[in-house]
């Protein structure tokens, strides 16, 4: 996570999220960086728009938040929550497996 959180602390900052970059960050932080995540990471990013990425997580994380306020809804109501908390889910899985 710390090499999530790295890029966008980069990307908040104005910077362009590089290896140096990724690296300075880092080990400001007390991380001991690994090369081959930071390169990962760096090309994982390239040409994503990291601003409308965060815009798309957090629409995906408010249905699966709305979930326990629809309690007394009806069971069809529920199976539709349930399918996009899954998809929502599976997002969210996509993009982890992309960080390690």
Known sequence: MEYVYGALLLHAAGQKIDEAGMKKVLDAAGVKA????????????DGVNI?????NAAVAAAPAAAAPAAEGEKKEEKKEEKKEEKKAEEAAAGLSSLFG
């Open 34 to 45: 690994d090369a081959a995540r930071i390169k990962a990471v760096v090309s994982s990013l």
């Open 51 to 55: 601003e409308e990425a965060i815009k």
